[in-house]
């Protein structure tokens, strides 16, 4: 299953398919990304980050992918698990002369549904 | 374990009344923020602190004040100013070099 976070804010997959969460970003002055998985009612874990000079970072069932020609960050889940159903946020950093102080700048989150 | 903590998890306030949420983190973190986070939708942020003594306003900060006396503690007050406080508060630490946040549990707040 595949989804862009802000006009399809729910995503629902098979147990055992593979996900693909995206996000754009607006802002080529951005040259850190990271994805968090929020669970209900707990605060956001971090599960991956990227920096603009890579274009691909791999971890443990988890992929990221950076796009900066089109400004697009994806996510992708191998093998998804009830486990992963939660809310991900993919987030940006600006390089400190295009303002911000480090701040992140979230996105509005995907929802992730894994049907048994 | 370092962490960080944020308590109550639960919070209620009636209106006029000011409340407030604390942040305590063990992780000798020189940065933490306050976020706001409505039902689906994202982070807000409302106020951060990069030093001891020193915090600056995010995107939302009318009706909430803050205080950085210590490292480790970053106590949000929401005043009687907010009139629309209930949602779900998040804090967030980061060490200085690294981009990475590390989040609390939350408070969830509401006005009853």
């Known amino acids: 299953g595949e989804s862009v976070g802000l006009h399809l804010p729910t995503l629902s997959v098979q147990e055992g398919d593979n996900s693909i969460i995206n996000c754009a970003y607006s802002n080529s002055a951005s040259d850190y990304f990271i994805w968090y998985k929020q669970e209900s009612g707990k605060g956001p874990q971090f599960i991956i980050d990227i920096r603009s000079n890579m274009d691909k970072r791999q971890g443990q069932r988890v992929t990221v992918l950076l796009n900066k020609t089109v400004k697009h960050l994806s996510l992708q889940i191998a093998a998804t698990q009830p486990g992963d159903s939660a809310v991900y946020f993919c987030a940006e950093k600006r390089k400190p002369n295009a303002g911000n102080n480090r701040k992140l700048i979230w996105g509005l989150g995907t929802s992730l549904a894994v049907n048994p | 374990d370092g962490g960080i903590t944020q308590s109550p998890k639960y919070l209620f306030r009636k209106e006029g009344q000011n409340v407030t949420l604390s942040c305590e983190q063990n992780l000798n973190h020189d940065a933490m923020y306050w976020y706001r986070q409505d039902p689906g939708q994202g982070l807000r942020l409302i106020y951060y602190s990069q030093i001891v003594n020193d915090f600056q306003k995010g995107d939302i900060a009318e009706g909430y004040s803050v205080s950085r006396e210590k490292k480790e503690s970053f106590p949000l007050t929401v005043t009687s100013a907010q009139k629309n406080p209930t949602a779900f508060y998040l804090c967030?630490?980061?060490?200085?070099?690294?981009?990475?946040?590390?989040f609390g549990s939350g408070t969830r707040l509401t006005v009853v």
């Open positions: 967030a630490s980061r060490s200085t070099g690294s981009y990475g946040y590390t």
